[in-house]
């Protein structure tokens, strides 16, 4: 069975040229265009995609809110945004809304229909800007807690952290030991929001060499992809 997908976007164009690359793929099949949120809304309702590629900016209904319902009255949904948009304020809400995929429209096609097949698989993707910006709240949100919870509590707290420092806090066996320095250093890369093609320039390999080391380090930290990981390495402390 194909994948069905419903494209929300208020520029004619760009559901035009998203229609005609995905009709292109075997797997996929474009079962309806909406020009804005509450389209996107309606046509959802009759036609059961399963996926729903959207924009945020969208007239009507912005593509936060039509995030939110469309979880609400369809919650085996999988909703894609595919904004120009990498900053905070949009990114924050959308993954909040119950988006799975948060992608930027300089995408490659190829890319984009990789990414359509994961979300649909169960995966999240996110674009490496994107990433980025959760991991910085994530950091800024625990680290808040950790400060608010010294103050009520300064020897737990003082306890806590000496646990942490020699290892036996929770979540430890998948630590960073597991993996080769080559690894760790493509691991560090991915948390500061680098995509696999700009690991590849920074560390002078090609990009199939990187791949292979993301799928060796999703592995072995039992992930399943490359933004849990990057999330997982900043929550544990393993990168700045």
Do not use: C
């Not at 997908?5 to 040229?17: K, Q, S, T």
């Not at 319902?69 to 904004?83: A, C």
């Not at 929001?193 to 390999?205: F, P, V």
């Amino acid at each position: 069975m194909p994948i069905t997908i419903l494209l929300a976007d208020d520029h004619a164009m760009v559901r035009r040229g998203l229609h005609v690359f995905l009709s292109t793929q075997p797997d996929m099949d474009v079962v309806g265009e909406a020009s804005n949120g509450q389209e996107a809304l309606e046509q959802a309702e009759q036609l059961h995609p399963d996926v729903v590629l959207m924009d945020l900016h969208m007239p009507v209904l912005d593509g936060i809110e039509t995030a939110r319902r469309l979880r609400s009255i369809l919650p085996g949904i999988r909703i894609i945004v595919l904004t120009s948009f990498s900053d905070q304020d949009h990114v924050v809400p959308a993954v909040r809304a119950g988006v799975k995929g948060y992608l930027l429209k300089d995408i490659e096609p190829e890319d984009l229909a990789a990414a359509i097949r994961n979300v649909h698989a169960g995966q999240v993707e996110l674009h490496p800007a994107a990433a980025g910006q959760l991991m910085h709240v994530m950091a800024s949100s625990e680290l808040s807690m950790n400060e608010a919870h010294g103050r009520a509590n300064p020897h737990t707290s003082t306890r806590l952290q000496e646990q942490e420092r020699v290892g036996l806090g929770k979540e430890t066996s998948h630590g960073p030991d597991m993996l080769t320095r080559r690894e760790r250093e493509v691991l560090g890369l991915i948390a500061q929001g680098l995509s696999n093609k700009e690991i590849a320039i920074k560390l002078i390999i090609t990009e199939k060499t990187v791949k292979t080391h993301v799928s060796h380090l999703l592995d072995k930290l039992g992930l399943a992809d490359r933004t849990q990981a990057a999330l997982h390495a900043v929550r544990n402390g393993w990168v700045v």
